[in-house]
């Protein structure tokens, strides 16, 4: 009996194979081949313009507390940070969306980012204020280390994101 089934088996995944494969005369030509089936277009100036405004900052807040701190939790944020920021600006772009409506995307991701960061300072605010203390002691300011400054300044962007966001639903309402 397990015989029969497992060469059963064996003949149906073969017609399953068979079925799915495409003989190389039907084919289309190489050139006519593409990745999702669209075709690449570069991207306009202002994208890349925005993701390094967008980027960098988080980038570099994430780096320099990494660096601070010793400590690769402000490492990893600020890569996710940096990589999500792209990624969401990439498919509003993609679908045609205003700037206005680009902007309150991406003040919205940076007021998220600046949240998590500042639950990061919470966790690691001793490490990071000594670090801070000692490798920048010239331009030492405690409030750079609390968690109510990265709360505060995250505050700041959401109300940013909140207005553009108003102003891109105000424009889409007045275009025909």
Do not use: C, K, N
């Not at 497992?6 to 005369?25: K, M």
């Amino acid at each position: 009996m397990s015989a029969g089934s497992s060469s059963g088996g064996a003949a149906v995944a073969e017609e399953a194979r068979a079925a799915t494969e495409t003989p190389p005369e039907a084919m289309p030509p190489p050139e006519q081949v593409s990745i999702g089936d669209v075709p690449w277009e570069p991207a306009p100036r202002g994208w890349y313009l925005a993701v390094v405004a967008g980027s960098l900052p988080l980038l570099l807040l994430g780096m320099v507390a990494s660096a601070l701190a010793d400590r690769l939790a402000f490492a990893g944020w600020a890569i996710v940070a940096g990589v999500g920021h792209a990624l969401l600006l990439r498919a509003a772009w993609s679908r045609g969306w205003g700037a206005s409506a680009r902007l309150a995307l991406a003040l919205g991701w940076a007021a998220l980012a600046l949240f998590v960061f500042a639950a990061l300072v919470a966790r690691h605010g001793e490490i990071l204020d000594l670090g801070y203390r000692a490798l920048l002691w010239p331009v030492y300011a405690p409030a750079l280390t609390r968690p109510g400054t990265s709360v505060a300044a995250g505050v700041t962007l959401a109300v940013g994101s909140a207005a553009a966001a108003g102003r891109a639903l105000l424009a889409r309402r007045s275009s025909p």
